[in-house]
RNA sequence: GAUCGCGUAGCUCAGCCGGUAGAGCAACUGACUUUUAAUCAGUGUAUUACAGGUUAGAAUACUGUCGGGCUCACCA
């Protein structure tokens, strides 16, 4: 790509992205022993995972976006061709079934089976559970643009034997790496711990039923080029599931799909085998990242770069979980605002916890546009402090560019009390008469979920009054008045209307403020709202008297 | 128990490679308006949790204390 920012400018920059992305320099030069050099894989690898048993959440965008913006930041410092790669990990067990998917007995009837054996109950084309959620997560990615290639654990690492000569290694190494890991585990646990589980036939069934055996023991290497091995079952804890009991043995070869790693020696077994230069994990994981490196040195290697970031937290500061439901999630924040500020949120100090809820999403969207409005004309300096730099790979699209203001469309939504966009439009244009939903299409979609926002916390607000006989009597003059009247007038000449067919009825002066609060609360369902002069301008003669019309009628209160 | 981050204006937070503390919201004042809201203009006298040391100078780096919190320690 064309160098729109210097290297050596690149270097001095101190956002959080640009660090990581010298972290992996500095990696680069330790495995090219003082030499930043190409690695043998031909680039640069920067990974995220992702664990199919259930749909992407916020967390899979923020691991992805953040992830791409290193990735970015680090193509400023150095020519070295890059990647990022998606991995699901997806020959994991299905070790309980998930409440909010259809066909539970088909589910329940797959416990243990890794996630693409598992039926896919889903009415979909997929032919498991764990493919369809890797095409649910491919297309959740591509919605928002990224650059990534997937990759499936299953299909393209252990099946392809893609992994096999690092499994051949894990055997000889097998002792070592379970004494690293036991310091992190539980008495108990650690008994029975096995980095590498062997893959069998369930017994006493006819179908093919592939079930992870995970509490076993190494207990022999029978042909170390086949991965020829043998096992003892330890304990009767999953007899019931698989059908194998304490004491008997299984021999064969781990290689091809027939075994798959512990997770914390399969995130090493991944890291070692496709020569990972930079993968980011939460703080929920620092443990076991820590310990897969170890695992990664073991086997000769070194483990790539990558930071701990921060959990996001609820308005109360618990963690985000989705089981509880508390916080924010991905949906949550795509029905009302747009991705963009959802990747500056991202952006923001990922070490340092961030409370995500709903109150802080019109602010990152107002943000966001800030940042975004200026940074095409910011010195390449300003430029790298600036997040738009890094949401949009350093050039802002003119398509992004809005005169308004998020919190200014919320407020102009309400008060123009309509779900209609074209409606809103014509506010829009008395504040920026140059703007059309052409020429500013991201302005287009925040006056959607600006509208969205009105919809789902203005509207169920709003109740409707019936007007008294002193108010039937002037809307109905008024409506008269307006019926006679055409659009394009000032809005004075409305409001003349609006206070004729007022005082004819019998409203005095320092009453005409009733006669304002009962159109609001009678027409808007609201006490207060716009000039109506404005408002019947922008909203239309005959549309306003439509709408009084069907006040009188009572068919505003039935509405609501 | 281990680890990591946090404690700055009424609220939510920014500032943290050291140089007299900022934003948004709220509040208040005014302008505009044949109502209100909106809009526009203006208004911030915070022991930067506490203590200590470093420095010519610390919210910012260091040491300690207190407070409250997440995560890990069964599984992934």
């Not at 290694?169 to 002792?175: E, I, T």
């Not at 006493?204 to 190494?218: Q, S």
């Not at 200026?374 to 390449?380: G, H, I, R, S, V």
């Not at 407020?411 to 966009?421: G, P, Q, S």
Request: some cysteine; glycine content about 8%.
């Amino acid at each position: 790509m064309t160098k729109d920012i210097d290297t050596d400018l690149a270097m001095k920059c101190r956002t959080w992205a640009f660090e990581e992305a010298k972290g992996v320099l500095k990696r680069l030069r330790a495995v090219g022993k003082g030499e930043v050099k190409t690695p043998e894989k031909g680039y640069v690898l920067f990974e995220t995972g992702y664990g199919p048993s259930g749909l992407p959440h916020i967390g899979t965008f923020g691991e992805v976006c953040r992830t791409t913006m290193v990735m970015h930041a680090f193509q400023r410092l150095s020519d070295i061709p890059t990647k990022l790669i998606c991995f699901s990990d997806d020959m994991d067990g299905l070790r309980k079934v998930p409440t909010n998917v259809p066909n539970q007995d088909l589910l329940r009837g797959a416990l243990g089976m890794p996630l693409t054996s598992v039926p896919n109950p889903f009415d979909t084309e997929h032919k498991s559970f764990g493919e369809h959620n890797n095409a649910r997560l491919c297309s959740f990615l591509d919605s928002f643009g990224f650059d990534y290639e997937f990759m499936s654990a299953t299909k393209d690492c252990y099946h392809a034997g893609r992994f096999d000569s690092t499994l051949r290694q894990m055997l000889v190494q097998y002792d070592e790496i379970r004494t690293a890991v036991l310091p992190l585990l539980g008495e108990e646990r650690a008994a029975t711990y096995s980095p590498i589980f062997p893959i069998v036939q369930k017994k006493g069934e006819d179908k093919p039923y592939p079930v992870i055996l995970h509490n076993v023991a190494l207990r022999g290497i029978e042909d170390l080029d086949q991965g020829i091995a043998t096992f003892e079952v330890m304990d009767d804890s999953e007899a019931e599931r698989t059908g194998y009991k304490a004491g008997e043995r299984i021999t064969q070869s781990i290689f091809k799909g027939g075994c798959k790693a512990q997770w914390r020696a399969d995130w090493a077994l991944r890291w070692y085998a496709m020569d990972v230069d930079y993968e980011m994990a939460g703080k929920d994981l620092v443990t076991a990242a820590d310990y897969a490196a170890k695992i990664v040195q073991i086997l000769g290697g070194r483990g790539p770069a990558g930071f701990r970031y921060e959990l996001f937290l609820d308005e109360n500061g618990l963690k985000i979980s989705k089981s509880k439901g508390n916080g924010l999630s991905m949906e949550d924040w795509l029905t009302y605002a747009p991705h963009e500020s959802l990747a500056y949120y991202m952006f923001q100090r990922p070490t340092s916890a961030k409370k995500l809820f709903f109150d802080v999403i019109p602010k990152a969207v107002d943000e966001y546009i800030t940042f975004a409005e200026k940074l095409n004309d910011q010195d390449p300096a300003q430029k790298l402090d600036n997040p738009a730099w890094y949401i949009h790979d350093g050039v802002v699209p003119e398509t992004q560019h809005t005169p308004v203001s998020f919190a200014l469309l919320l407020n102009l939504v309400n008060v123009a009390n309509t779900e209609d966009k074209n409606v809103l439009w014509r506010f829009i244009k008395r504040y920026k008469p140059e703007a059309t939903p052409e020429n500013a299409p991201f302005l287009d979609r925040l006056t959607g979920f600006a509208i969205q926002y009105y919809k789902d916390f203005v509207l169920p607000e709003k109740t409707y009054r019936e007007p008294d006989d002193r108010e039937r009597a002037a809307l109905s003059a008024l409506a008269t008045a307006l019926e006679s009247m055409e659009d394009g007038q000032e809005a004075e000449e409305y409001m003349t209307a609006v206070f004729s067919a007022g005082k004819d009825s019998g409203y005095e002066k320092d009453e005409l403020r009733n006669w304002f609060q009962a159109l609001y609360q009678i027409l808007l369902g609201q006490d207060q709202g716009p000039r109506f002069g404005s408002f019947i301008a922008l909203y239309g003669v005959k549309e306003t008297a439509a709408l009084i019309r069907e006040a009188l009628e009572g068919k505003l209160i039935k509405a609501a």
